[in-house]
């Protein structure tokens, strides 16, 4: 009968210290800051050049896919971006060569035929003062002479035309057509780079959510991973010990099952929204009372790069 007594004592001693350990003591999790990477076009996955569990550079290609559609944009923004140029080339110059000498041809027959027509008018005018000719047959002939003299003025504004180039309206629109041929270009170029998928940070890869051959739509998650050098311990606290906490405050964090203990300082103190978000295993708090959450950052990230995500930490009180 003794020793049952003695046994229930015992246990009741060592209930009550672990009690008083647990009220002295708060556990927290460790946590590393994450990263999502997203498809932006759709894609089939091609070649996956990591596996869950590598470790990447910021840069690092981490899959490629098959968009059969920008081989086909890319081709016609090509071929776009070579007919603006010639539009615009031509406004420029003008007229070719071979058309220029054409007009020049033309202008040289028409100046003949100008010149004839004015020495003929000269000499009818004359043979009209001296009544020779009738005013009938030089009216016909001086409708003949500004006949020749408008066109002899048309092929040399035709001609001047043809060696300035087009007005200046024209050319900028040439100008704006080039320029949304080359932005057609570019945004297919651009596409044509999402086809690789690159590592945009220093990371671990934790999950990786399509496999080989399947479709990636646009922004759907393709890679879940951690940033590296961003763990930080989480902790959760009653409203009734957020007094003993302050932002900016440094304190230790021990390694249950080791001696190590990092020193840390709180780097945000703030109230949790939904009861799912607790960090803590046992948060003592009353139902009336809000819990929050601190997040405390290592004063050296090296002493944490051995910690497991998601593990046990806790902080004495």
């Known amino acids: 009968m003794k020793k049952t007594i003695s046994l229930f004592v015992l246990m009741f001693l060592f209930a009550s210290c672990e009690k008083t350990k647990k009220e002295n003591t708060i556990q927290g999790k460790v946590e590393n800051e994450q990263l999502a990477i997203v498809s932006k076009i759709p894609g089939k996955i091609v070649r996956l050049l990591v596996k869950e569990g590598d470790f990447v550079k910021a840069g690092d290609t981490l899959a490629i896919l098959d968009i059969p559609e920008v081989d086909a944009k ?15 080339s031509m406004a420029l110059k003008g007229a070719t060569d071979n058309q220029i000498k054409q007009l020049e041809a033309k202008k040289m027959g028409l100046k003949e035929q100008y010149e004839f027509a004015q020495k003929s008018i000269k000499r009818l005018g004359n043979m009209l003062q001296d009544s020779l ?23 040399q504004a035709e001609l001047d035309e043809a060696k300035k180039g087009a007005r200046t309206e024209q050319q900028t629109m040439a100008l704006g057509q080039q320029d ?3 932005g057609a270009l570019q945004e297919v170029e651009t596409a044509n780079k999402e086809r690789f998928v690159i590592a945009p940070q220093d990371m671990s890869i934790e999950t990786i959510t399509l496999n080989l051959g399947e479709l990636a739509l646009p922004g759907y ?9 961003s763990t930080y311990f989480r902790f959760t606290i009653p409203e009734s010990q957020l007094s003993g906490f302050k932002k900016g405050q440094e304190i230790i964090v021990s390694i249950p099952n ?15 929204g939904a009861y799912g978000n607790i960090a803590t295993a046992y948060p003592d708090y009353e139902i009336q009372e809000s819990l929050f959450e601190l997040k405390i950052s290592p004063l050296n990230n090296a002493e944490t790069k ?5 593990t046990t930490v806790t902080l004495s009180l």
Do not use: M
């Not at 998650?221 to 951690?226: E, H, S």
């Not at 080791?258 to 949790?272: E, V």
């Open 133 to 155: 000719v009738s005013q009938q047959t030089y009216d016909e002939t001086f409708a003949k002479y500004q006949g020749a003299l408008a066109q002899y003025n048309a092929v």
């Open 74 to 88: 890319k081709s016609q923004a090509e071929g776009a971006v070579t007919s603006a140029k010639a539009q615009y």
């Open 306 to 310: 051995d910690l497991i995500t998601k």
């Open 221 to 229: 998650t393709l890679f879940n991973g951690y940033i590296s050098n």
């Open 180 to 182: 949304r041929a080359y």
């Open 258 to 272: 080791s001696d190590k203990k990092i020193k840390a300082k709180i780097t945000t103190i703030k109230q949790l």
